[in-house]
Each structure stands twice: as structure tokens, then as C-alpha cells.
């Protein structure tokens, strides 16, 4: 029989992206010499075992899907032409709304209507959510929900957007579509745009009392304010700022929505939105990643 190799202890890592590896689009220095150190194979000093060091980066980056975030990352950190032998893969990014995969057995079957930037529909898709629904093809379906962003997108647009949802649903009207939503949650994946769009979405739905609009919106009814509310709300990022190539910092797509959102809500309908929080420095996200590095 061969003898079992001892365990050994060895620390697991988890490093930030953006200003940390770099900013923009340029290391910063060191940052390459680093991470190759990290991805690199280890022998122990006593036991002489190979190893890895278990190792993730974390961002509150989003709207990717995390094998195409390591792509990015590499393309940055190292020349085309380095021979290191290691990269980042998909499985060692824990991007903002990556954790949000433990909710795919309590969704899994559930409409939810996704909110932010980049390929959401495939980033949903891929964590376990199969009816999922963004911002801007809900507004595509039934413009009337916030009929100043009428204005913001042209016609061809938001007919391109109506289409593909109903593609995706398999349905061929977008009033068959709208009588069968209910919406469950609302999962903000990134940075959001169109601020008033997103907000006004999000109050009728967080107001709603059974997360049903209707094909002109007459299944759209508001619970009372001591209802307890019926449509969950999930948020990614709670950083106010973040750092780029401009050397000071800009202001973040997603927690200051949520911010103004509760400011609106509060004073227009008397109602504090709930949600939850996912992202760093929330415990959900470490809790994650702390499951991950055990692993």
C-alpha cells in the first residue's frame, strides 16, 4: 500500500483587480512579477510536496462572464510573447455577482429581472437562472413603464430588444409575454446606465404586491405600506466610487442607484426598499470566497 501524503496548511489568497493588479489598462509595478508568484507551483520546505496556493481575484467588476474576465486579465498582465507557463483561468474569478449562483436552486425556474451592463442574459444563463429579463427589454415590451426614456432609445433599438426577448421566451407577442411575467427578484449584475429608468423598474416592482405588470399594465398593483414585500432585490456592489486611468476617483453605476432609489421611494411612496447585499466587503461575497478557497 502506498502511504497517504500528510496534509499541509498553506494560505489561501484573495486579491483585488482593479488598482491592484492595475489601473485601466496598465499594471501597475511589480503587479505582473506578483501574480505570476501567486499562480505559480510551490514546494513545501519540510514535506518537499508540490502545491498550489489557493488563489481567486475578487473585484465588484461585473456584466462578464468570469472565464472571459480572466481572458482580460491575462491580455493585460502579460505580454503576448511571455513564456510563464501559468494564467488566470475562469475558475479563479469571483466577480461581483458571481456568488449570486447560490440563489440559482431558490430562482432557478423563477423570472427575474436583471439590471446593468455587458452580457447579462448569458451571465444569468450560466449561473442556473433560466427566465431571466433586463431592464431595458422590460422597458422594450411595454415603453408606457417610463415613458421618458422613450426618448433615449430609438425605435429600431428597442424593437431589436423586444425581439430577442421574446426569441428567448419563445413567445410571439409581447403582450403573451408581459400576462405571463411574475417577477421573483431583481438581480442587479453591474453598473446600471439610465438611472431614472432603472429606478422608476424598480419601484414598481418593489412596491408591487405579487411582481405581476400585465400586457398594458393592469396587473400592476402596489401593496400596502405594511406589506411585506413581495419582490426580492439583489445588489452586487456596494462601492460608492471606484479608481480608473482618470486619476481621481468616479462614481460608481450601482450602489449610488440604490442610494437615490431609497431616498425616492422613502419620500415618494413612504416605503424603504429591501435588498441584500452581495459584493466586497459584504460577508455574503467573503463567505463565498472563503467556501471557494476551502475547496
Aim: glycine content about 6%.
Amino acid at each position: 500500500m502506498h502511504a497517504k501524503a500528510a496534509k499541509i496548511r498553506v494560505p489561501g489568497i484573495l486579491c483585488d483587480i482593479d488598482g491592484v493588479l492595475y489601473r485601466g489598462k496598465r499594471p501597475i509595478p511589480r503587479s505582473t512579477q506578483a501574480l505570476k508568484c501567486l499562480l505559480s507551483s510551490h514546494t513545501h520546505p519540510t514535506t518537499n510536496q508540490h502545491f498550489h496556493l489557493p488563489f481567486f481575484l475578487l473585484t465588484n467588476g461585473g456584466g462578464i462572464l468570469e472565464s472571459d474576465r480572466a481572458k482580460t486579465v491575462n491580455k493585460v498582465m502579460f505580454d503576448k510573447d511571455d513564456q510563464f507557463e501559468h494564467r488566470v483561468n475562469g475558475n479563479q474569478m469571483i466577480l461581483c455577482h458571481t456568488p449570486l449562483k447560490t440563489l440559482a436552486p431558490k430562482y432557478y425556474d423563477k423570472h427575474v429581472l436583471v439590471a446593468g451592463y455587458g452580457d447579462l442574459i448569458n451571465v444569468a444563463l450560466d449561473h442556473g437562472f433560466t427566465k431571466p429579463l433586463l431592464v431595458e427589454e422590460l422597458f422594450a415590451l411595454l415603453p408606457e413603464l417610463c415613458p421618458l426614456n422613450t426618448k433615449v432609445f430609438s425605435p429600431a433599438h428597442l424593437d431589436d430588444l423586444a425581439r430577442n426577448a421574446l426569441k428567448r421566451f419563445g413567445k410571439d407577442t409581447k403582450e403573451e409575454l408581459l400576462e405571463e411575467l411574475q417577477f421573483e427578484a431583481i438581480m442587479m449584475m453591474a453598473d446600471c446606465f439610465w438611472h431614472e429608468l432603472h429606478m422608476q423598474l424598480f419601484s414598481d416592482l418593489i412596491r408591487s404586491k405579487d411582481g405581476k405588470i400585465g400586457a398594458k399594465g393592469h396587473k400592476l398593483h402596489f401593496r400596502k405600506q405594511t406589506d411585506p414585500q413581495y419582490v426580492q432585490m439583489y445588489c452586487t456592489n456596494p462601492d460608492l466610487t471606484y479608481s480608473d486611468s482618470f486619476k481621481h476617483a468616479r462614481l460608481s453605476g450601482q450602489y449610488p442607484l440604490m442610494l437615490s432609489l431609497k431616498n425616492v421611494m422613502e419620500q415618494a411612496f413612504g416605503i424603504t426598499p429591501e435588498f441584500v447585499q452581495f459584493g466586497k466587503p459584504s460577508s455574503l461575497t467573503f463567505e463565498y470566497a472563503q467556501n471557494q478557497l476551502e475547496q
